[in-house]
């Protein structure tokens, strides 16, 4: 049975909800700072993004789409629930 997009996108997001609680845990000492976050991002994320989304993408770029995703959140619905704006981007892109 294949995962309708509303699904899909719940997994995504959940995906990345759990990703900002790992990268806040690798940067406690920081609070969670790091500017390099979407590499960090990209490389915790991308098999499971792969798998998930059945997507053939390479790191640089999901970096770039998670660039994207947070850039486009900044302009379109500040404020917004990151990983839900995220993962619609992502579902949309890659479905």
Do not use: C, Q
């Not at 719940?10 to 390099?36: M, N, Q």
């Not at 790191?59 to 995703?69: I, N």
């Not at 619905?77 to 479905?95: Q, S």
Request: charged fraction near 30%; glycine fraction near 4%.
């Amino acid at each position: 049975m294949e995962t309708t997009t509303p699904d899909l996108t719940y997994e995504v997001a959940t995906l990345l909800r759990e990703a900002g609680k790992a990268h806040h845990e690798a940067f406690i000492e920081a609070d969670g700072v790091d500017e390099d976050w979407p590499l960090w991002y990209a490389e915790h994320l991308k098999d499971d993004l792969r798998r998930l989304l059945n997507a053939k993408f390479t790191k640089s770029e999901l970096v770039y789409m998670l660039v994207t995703a947070d850039k486009e959140m900044a302009l379109l619905a500040p404020g917004a629930d990151w990983p839900t704006f995220w993962a619609k981007l992502l579902v949309e892109r890659y479905t």
